[in-house]
């Protein structure tokens, strides 16, 4: 089983919500948080653990040996990210930053051995244990890296060895499509929304995601004091998303958020919110 | 002068302040605003903007399509696919995920069956241009859902404004990056003299901000800090201490102001809405160090 929490933009809370939901969810499924914001993944800091069982993903790129090549200019023909250039006489060169890794070089590349497997490091894995009895899996982009999705399918697959009943991905902002590779697989997308006018039209662009994917889409409200949310129930209607919650603005939530500490392992009355949208998700996988 | 402004993390404020320096340096300078977070475009809503002059199709992505007709359920495709993209559906045909495909042709080039898969252009986008209630332009983008490409969306956007800066002999372009280090961002910075950093004192805001700064530093450009909801965590030191271990000078500090989201469902500048909070006073203070220091 698979969930995602999303949000279409940037600060509305996926991550605490994401968090506070694994905890209390990993107390009934052997779970696995997935931190595929990997742009600016920040799951570990709100858990408070630090990041551990590191690992390298590594991008292929070619290396051409140019006592082989016969410059017939077909890798740059192919290369979709225009990452080869070739000389007047054909040479090819690779402007390492712009190669995506596809391999689609070499596979045309007529003469065996003419381009050799290269390497680039392009980010980590991390599979870290929480003290709250579920893994987090994180994945986290290089600096100066451009892609993204390379890492999004790197944690992904990484996460599939290990064992676990139920994922949680938290994915990163927008709707473009690495966010949807980080859903993909979802049985339920829980979209994470404030209820200003900024807030509204980019959750109404992740509610469309949702429609696209045929993954049934609910509605968190965070900050729900606010701004008016009737605009956000209204919106949520019509892409027949329920709301399922509506967390104030709290300064326990921001205290908490702060310490590494996940609201729901403590007293503040706020934790009870957080309890209630793990209870709903608990009904919903259940069946 | 191109000026990139920057926090790695989302949901710090960095449309909001964006927002009110662009009023606040209007007046005395030709500027344009470009809002680089196609994903998630909103400093025209904090600017005003409800109708686009003019708005241009970006076609530019690719993805893959595969005729069932004459493929053969080979799955070398699938096999191949760096970002298993490619999936059989309930009929068991070989489908691509038009949401997560890239658009590489890996699978095109490994098909055994000449003009089975095909690689079709598709629209990634929309890049828009307008004319602020505040009489300065704004260029700004929209990536079409589940497509790759957001960061030549970006790149175009800064094209086109350095056109409409010629012709309007304009001093100063704004921009407002998007979330996170990846292509959009790079795409953003690329270029600039300046970046201007915004970060919360928080330690998920300074991890993001630590990591875009790399970036920075990749084009050797300059960078300067703004502390936004400077008050929210009191006894949280670390933020300053990097800046000044790096040598970031800070540009000024924001307390939280509950009246932001106010401002935000006004849709306008927090500056004009709220002139008189203590807010406002740190971001006229913040335009003024930008005056001196930055804008020379």
């Not at chain 1, 991008?59 to 077909?74: T, V």
């Amino acid at each position: 089983m698979q969930i995602a929490i999303s949000g279409g933009k940037g600060g509305t809370g996926k991550s605490t919500v994401a968090i506070n939901v694994a905890v209390e969810l990993a107390k009934r499924f052997k779970l696995i948080l997935a931190d595929l914001d990997v742009e600016a993944p920040n799951d570990h800091l709100l858990l408070g653990v630090e990041l551990q069982n590191e690992e390298e993903v590594n991008q292929f790129m070619p290396k051409f040996d140019y006592s082989k090549c016969i410059k017939c200019r077909k890798c740059a023909e192919v290369c979709e990210e225009h990452a080869i250039i070739t000389l007047k006489d054909g040479t090819p060169f690779l402007m390492p930053t712009l190669c995506s890794g596809c391999r689609a070089c070499e596979i045309v590349c007529p003469v065996p051995g003419a381009i050799q497997e290269g390497s680039r490091l392009i980010g980590h894995t991390y599979v870290t244990p929480t003290p709250y009895g579920f893994t987090l899996v994180t994945g986290k982009l290089r600096e100066g890296e451009e892609r993204s999705m390379p890492l999004v399918v790197a944690a992904k697959k990484r996460l599939k060895n290990l064992d676990y009943e139920l994922l949680i991905v938290d994915t990163a902002a927008g709707t473009g499509n690495t966010v949807s590779k980080a859903i993909e697989g979802s049985q339920l997308l829980i979209a994470v929304t404030e209820p200003t006018p900024l807030g509204i039209h980019d959750t109404e662009l992740i509610l469309q995601l949702g429609k696209l994917m045929g993954i049934e889409t609910w509605v968190v409200i965070n900050r729900a004091d606010l701004g008016d949310v009737n605009e956000v129930y209204e919106r949520a209607e019509r892409y027949n998303a329920k709301v399922i919650a509506e967390i104030p603005y709290s300064e326990n939530i921001v205290k908490t958020y702060v310490s590494g500490t996940p609201i729901v392992t403590t007293d503040y009355p706020e934790a009870e919110i957080f309890r209630g949208i793990a209870e709903r998700i608990y009904e919903f996988l259940r069946g | 002068m191109q000026i990139v402004i920057a926090s790695g993390k989302g949901g710090v404020g960095k449309s909001t302040v964006t927002a009110s320096l662009l009023y606040l340096l209007k007046d005395e300078y030709r500027l344009i605003a470009v809002d680089a977070d196609a994903e998630a475009p909103n400093l025209g809503l904090l600017l005003g903007v409800t109708e686009w002059e003019e708005e241009r199709e970006h076609i530019g992505a690719k993805i893959a399509r595969i005729n069932t007709e004459t493929c053969i359920r080979c799955g070398i495709c699938q096999m191949r696919c760096p970002y298993e993209c490619i999936y059989v559906d309930d009929e068991g045909n070989y489908v691509v995920n038009e949401l997560t495909c890239e658009g590489c042709n890996v699978c095109g080039l490994v098909c055994p069956v000449p003009g089975t898969i095909t690689l079709e252009q598709v629209r990634s986008g929309v890049i828009r241009r307008a004319i602020t209630k505040y009489g300065f332009p704004i260029i700004s983008a929209q990536l079409d859902v589940g497509r790759p490409e957001s960061g030549k969306l970006v790149t175009e956007e800064k094209e086109w404004a350095k056109q409409i800066m010629k012709e309007q002999n304009l001093e100063h372009m704004i921009v407002d990056s998007a979330a996170g280090i990846g292509c959009q961002v790079i795409a953003s910075v690329g270029g600039a003299d300046v970046a201007i950093l915004i970060a919360e004192p928080t330690p998920a805001s300074l991890s993001d901000v630590q990591r875009v700064y790399k970036v920075v530093q990749h084009f050797h450009e300059p960078a300067y800090l703004i502390i936004n909801k400077a008050d929210i965590n009191p006894g949280f030191t670390k933020l300053r201490e990097w800046a000044e271990q790096e040598g970031i000078p800070i540009l000024g500090e924001i307390p939280y102001d509950s009246a932001i989201p106010k401002s935000m469902s006004m849709l306008r500048p927090f500056i004009e809405a709220f002139p008189e909070s203590k807010a406002s006073q740190a971001i006229r203070e913040i335009a003024e160090a930008i005056k001196q220091e930055i804008i020379k």
